[in-house]
Nanobody, 115 residues
Framework: QLQLVESGGGLVQPGGSLRLSCAASGSIFSIYTMGWYRQAPGKQRELVAVITTGGSTNYADSVKGRFTISRDNAKKTVYLQMNKLKPEDTALYYC?????????WGQGTQVTVSI
């Protein structure tokens, strides 16, 4: 049984920063690709960033240069450092784990970027 718990969301002004965390339990964390997705009201869930077991990363074009995904295998945690936040970054952010094509999701953490 896998549980993913996101934290770190909140309300920030444009240009501000947040660091999201996703703690995993019930899995061999180090051998699975982890990702961050987000879903804004009225939109489909979209990929934000992924990180492989070897530390290779990929980002959505909209967040390149602003967001950084990282992982700490010892802590079974994946992070998303979010800088220079924009109102369009407002969404519910989910982390996930790709276990050989089977995707597991956390409950999400809300990020709101507003004046």
């Amino acid at each position: 049984q896998l549980q993913l718990v996101e934290s770190g969301g909140g309300l920030v002004q444009p240009g501000g920063s947040l660091r999201l965390s996703c703690a995993a339990s019930g899995s061999i964390f180090s051998i699975y690709t982890m990702g961050w997705y987000r879903q804004a009201p009225g939109k489909q869930r979209e990929l934000v960033a992924v990180i492989t077991t070897g530390g290779s990363t990929n980002y959505a074009d909209s967040v390149k240069g602003r967001f950084t995904i990282s992982r700490d295998n010892a802590k079974k945690t994946v992070y998303l450092q979010m800088n220079k936040l924009k109102p369009e970054d407002t969404a519910l952010y989910y982390c996930n784990q790709n276990r050989g094509g089977v995707i597991y999701w956390g409950q999400g953490t809300q990020v709101t970027v507003s004046i």
